[in-house]
């Protein structure tokens, strides 16, 4: 069973950073691709970044790239959302979901294990 504990989350003004952490209770987390997806008050779970096993890869909604960048920390079974320039509409809860052999895709239903989630809310 894999656990994934989202941290990082909090209450930041519109344009403003915020860095999440997704830590994982794995052996290998290179056998893992990793996503990140969010879900606002009254809406469908969106998908936000994924990255590929090796970090090579990488893959953004159109609403998120080039202000948010999806990396990781293999020796440290850690996986990373660095925000930067957000808006009111990032307001969300964010969750970190890993998928065993997987190549990090954007689609929520390959992925096997999904944290609690971490509440990031931008205020104007």
């Known amino acids: 069973q894999v656990h994934l504990v989202e941290s990082g989350g909090g209450l930041v003004q519109a344009g403003g950073s915020l860095r999440l952490s997704c830590a994982a209770s794995?052996?290998?987390?290179?056998?893992?691709?990793m996503g990140w997806f969010r879900q606002a008050p009254g809406k469908e779970r969106e998908f936000v970044a994924a990255?590929?096993?090796?970090?090579?890869?990488?893959k953004y909604a159109e609403s998120v790239k080039g202000r948010f960048t999806i990396s990781r920390d293999n020796a440290k079974n850690t996986v990373f959302l660095q925000m930067n320039s957000l808006k009111t509409e990032d307001t969300a809860v964010y969750y970190c979901a890993a998928d065993f052999l997987g190549s990090g895709t954007s689609s929520g239903s390959s992925y096997e294990y999904w944290g609690q989630g971490t509440q990031v809310t931008v205020s104007s």
């Open positions: 990255l590929s096993r090796s970090g090579s890869n990488t």
């Open positions: 794995v052996r290998t987390l290179s056998s893992y691709g």
